[in-house]
């Protein structure tokens, strides 16, 4: 005897006739080529879909609530757990956010270390892009070669700020740490070997029939689309629209590194699988530059802000005024100026801005995370229909979607 | 007797403030101080009211009535080359002057320029969708409802977005504690039990992740198993299970662990 309750109703009771034969097919929340709590309903004609709703919020944690209960460097630790798989980009983001805020200028060192953690972080999620990417399509050597590549990243990143996952390896007005002796040696190393490991990869795939296609002509977004749905990053370039907010609105010292930012006019999976590839290629070009930025500088890796920024360790245990400032910031948290800002930085996955609201309080009045993959996943609704059911799993892996930013 | 707070807005509030602090203003400057800022300005002067407008962080910030907000929107597209609607939100001021401001963050690729429309709304006060004019709005529109409950109308599929959509209330509110109202606390034992159930759980066990140790048929924290059924009143002492093979360790032949030494000397 079947025991009713309110979650598992008599089914006895209820019809599913319906007049025409479409199906209605649920995908997620728990499915492993999803990208995380993602939750689809499909409306099947056979197996072509001609309606989708991606349904959100199963991973909501009410980070901007969150941020309006927060002192700033409070709320910094909290941006890692939106794009986990490359936490420094949302730290940094942050950070960049509240300097503009409060009018801080970083010290140069503390610049190159940025740039360094930013462009690992982005080869980090682009290998994490490529291999769940291939293994969803059913390439597993491919998952196997990127996850070894992306674990001597993190290893790097381990050596730098103790974490692999969470960094939290940016403070508001600078970096907590210098670079560990050996880590740009063996930086170099890794980035010597790269290019081999691309190609590694690209063999393996490029001419792959099964993945071509997958691949091929499967997901094809226009510009207009792209445009319309306010699509960023690689998705923005795959479909034929130059635009890269490194390049085109320069922060950090993306103005003084020399690089190309590739893009394609074709708005398929397969344009957006090249365009990955090459973009790893351009970060090891961004990398070397800012490994030989590195003697130059002097050792500063804090802003000097008084008003908003703690003394260093040495100021503070010599000096009793700076322990007192240092007491009051953290206990009461610094207090930027009335104003709003927006600002948006070029994640791995495409426009992160964050606007903050200050009213001249400790805490945010209103702080809205602007992240990439919450369009991405929007334009699903646009997107799958006109497909087949497999294309579905291509098209999720090449929209890169992670859901750590997207239900925030 | 109970110290008086303020119910219009729960959100947290500093400990202490210099009652002679006044907080610095982040610096907004003219309009013409840039020309193509200035251009779009005069485009959208020329056919609709705009109350304020500056540039502030190398953004240029235009107040403008809530009822033009899609006519401003076209002329942004259709004219003003503004390509992207990157994002918008609303901010509660319920408290401070009874309503909400939206914000409309606009970015045009071939001018490079960033642009944020702004207008002031009541509370009860329902805006006009764009959705048809930027496609993202959609999904950002929905965002807007669930967080903060403003109606928007026009819109193709107005339905909560982030939130289930039996939830109640909308958890941006000033007025929306941190940790959730009644409604949220109680969300999955209402849902899944039912009202009456609440006295039978008890607001301490509601937490589903919280541990007894003295149940015995869930789990019980790891090193301090107990047998399964096995009867426990609560003040008896913890017992902790060494792992252990029956035999002793395997390849350890001869231990004697009364006779084996702890080593407290480090530099032994």
């Known amino acids: 005897m079947q025991q009713p309750n309110r979650l598992r109703p008599f089914f006895e009771n209820i019809t599913f006739d319906r007049d025409d034969n479409e199906l209605v097919l649920n995908f997620g929340p728990q499915h492993p080529s999803a990208h995380g709590q993602l939750r689809l309903m499909l409306h099947l004609q056979q197996e072509q879909i001609v309606k989708s709703h991606p349904d959100i919020g199963y991973l909501h944690r009410g980070m901007e609530k969150m941020a309006e209960n927060m002192i700033y460097n409070e709320f910094l630790p909290t941006t890692d757990r939106m794009d986990y798989i490359a936490a420094s980009s949302n730290n940094y983001g942050f950070a960049l956010a509240v300097e503009k805020l409060i009018n801080v200028e970083v010290p140069r060192r503390a610049k190159v270390i940025r740039m360094l953690l930013l462009e690992t972080n982005r080869l980090m999620s682009h290998l994490f892009w490529l291999a769940t990417t291939a293994l969803d399509i059913g390439a597993m050597t491919v998952f196997l070669y990127a996850f070894r590549e992306r674990e001597y990243l993190m290893d790097l990143v381990e050596d730098y700020c103790g974490a692999r996952l969470t960094h939290s390896a940016v403070r508001i007005g600078g970096v907590p740490l210098d670079l560990p002796d050996n880590f740009l040696t063996d930086l170099r190393k890794f980035l010597d070997k790269l290019p081999e490991n691309i190609k590694d990869y690209e063999d393996l795939l490029d001419q792959n029939r099964i993945w071509k296609m997958r691949m091929e002509n499967v997901g094809t977004i226009s510009k207009e689309m792209a445009l319309d749905w306010g699509c960023s990053g690689p998705m923005l370039r795959a479909s034929g629209v130059n635009w890269d907010i490194r390049k085109e609105e320069p922060y950090e010292l993306y103005d003084e590194v020399d690089f190309d930012v590739p893009f394609s006019d074709k708005g398929d999976n397969y344009a957006r699988y090249k365009l990955y590839m090459e973009e790893m290629r351009q970060s090891a070009r961004i990398l070397y530059q800012v490994i030989d930025m590195y003697a130059g500088t002097s050792p500063e890796l804090m802003a000097h802000a008084p008003k908003f920024i703690s003394p260093s360790k040495i100021e503070m245990m010599t000096q009793n005024y700076s322990l007192q400032q240092h007491f009051v910031l953290v206990t009461q948290g610094m207090r930027p100026p009335v104003g709003e800002v927006y600002v948006p930085t070029e994640s791995p996955k495409g426009e992160l801005g964050f606007y903050i609201n200050s009213q001249g309080g400790p805490y945010p009045y209103k702080l809205k995370m602007r992240a990439p993959s919450f369009w991405h996943t929007g334009i699903l609704t646009d997107l799958l229909p006109g497909h087949y059911i497999p294309d579905v799993v291509s098209i999720i892996g090449t929209t890169n979607i992670v859901f750590g930013e997207i239900d925030r | 007797m109970r110290a008086y707070t303020p119910k219009d807005d729960v959100q947290k509030k500093s400990y202490y403030t210099d009652r002679y602090y006044v907080a610095p203003q982040v610096p907004k400057f003219d ?175 509601r937490d589903a992740a919280r541990v007894d140790r003295y149940d015995t048929e869930r789990f019980a924290r790891l090193g301090h198993e107990v047998d399964f059924g096995a009867k426990f009143d609560e003040n008896q002492a913890e017992t902790p299970i060494k792992y252990q093979e029956d035999e002793g360790v395997f390849m350890i032949k001869k231990l004697d662990s009364s006779e084996s030494v702890t080593i407290t000397d480090r530099d032994r």
């Not at chain 2, 800022?37 to 953004?59: G, M, P, R, T």
């Not at chain 2, 928007?152 to 209330?169: A, N, S």
Request: aromatic content about 12%.
């Open chain 2, 31 to 205: 309009v013409e101080t840039d020309d193509v800022f200035a251009a779009d300005l005069k485009a959208i002067k020329a056919k609709f009211k705009v109350s304020e407008a500056y540039i502030q962080v190398e953004q240029m910030v235009v107040y403008i009535n809530p009822k033009n907000i899609h006519a401003v929107m076209t002329l942004l597209k259709d004219e003003l080359e503004y390509n992207q609607l990157s994002e918008c939100s609303a901010i509660d001021f319920i408290a401070a002057r009874g309503g909400f401001e939206v914000f409309y963050q606009m970015l045009s690729m071939n001018k490079r320029k960033r642009l944020r429309i702004k207008f002031f709304i009541k509370q009860d006060e329902a805006i006009q969708s764009v959705s048809d004019v930027y496609r993202s709005a959609d999904w950002a529109e929905r965002e807007m409802y669930d967080m903060y409950g403003v109606i928007v109308k026009g819109h193709p599929f107005m339905k909560r977005i982030l939130m289930p959509d039996d939830w109640e209330g909308h958890p941006l509110l000033k007025t929306y504690p941190l940790h959730g109202d009644e409604f949220a606390q109680w969300y999955e034992v209402d849902k899944i039990y039912g009202k009456e159930a609440r006295s039978v759980i008890g607001p301490e066990i």
